[in-house]
């Protein structure tokens, strides 16, 4: 994987975070995209990084990323979608607006991520593109209506692209994360130790996805702690 790039779309101080430093170390070169990069500077220092601003909703940001990606390489080696938006509430209560947005960064914002990444990896031959779910991914939640509607179409754009796309060599996957991820905000709560997830084994789930053997590709995972209940 030495010199491959990895593109990494949403990117912060948790999950990406995690996942751009596993990349890093299997020899990777990676390109961190937010809406805000100056949330990413410690992130680029460390891993060597290149920071891009973006918003997945928009077309032409969308686009333009890509052509900074373009000037590395002709293709990704591989694209983790990990972007959503988020609005919380009782349903009659809930801005449209907001829920528009919060669907157009989670769904549409995967689309046109997802079609870019594979226009270029169509054309090189093999790529993987990698998705992140949640547990709203298969099952809705009282007041989360507008997370679990854009994460069950980000599930639906996963599926139908692997379908469509493994057979032309290009690995599609989606992550169904199913709990709570560990972060400096939201440590381990001392009476339950084993109750949150490690964002850097989440990661190694990532990694091992870039290197599966196309005979036993996997086009979706769920991680969750051993006493999360399903």
Known sequence: MSNEIALIVGAGSGLSAAVARAFTRAGMKCVLAARSTEKLKALCEETGASAVACDASQPEQVEALYAEVDKLCAAPSAVVFNASGRVRGPLVELDPAQVANAIAISAYGGFLVGQAAARRMLKAGSGTIIFTGASASVKGFAQSSA??????ALRGLAQSMARELAP?????????IDGGIRSAVR???ADKPDSLLDPDAIAQSYLH???QQRSSWTWEIEVRPWVERF
Do not use: S
């Open 168 to 176: 032309q060599n290009v690995h599609v996957a989606h992550v169904v």
């Open 209 to 211: 996805l870039l290197q």
């Open 147 to 152: 997370f679990t509607m854009g994460k069950f």
């Open 187 to 189: 440590p381990v709560p």
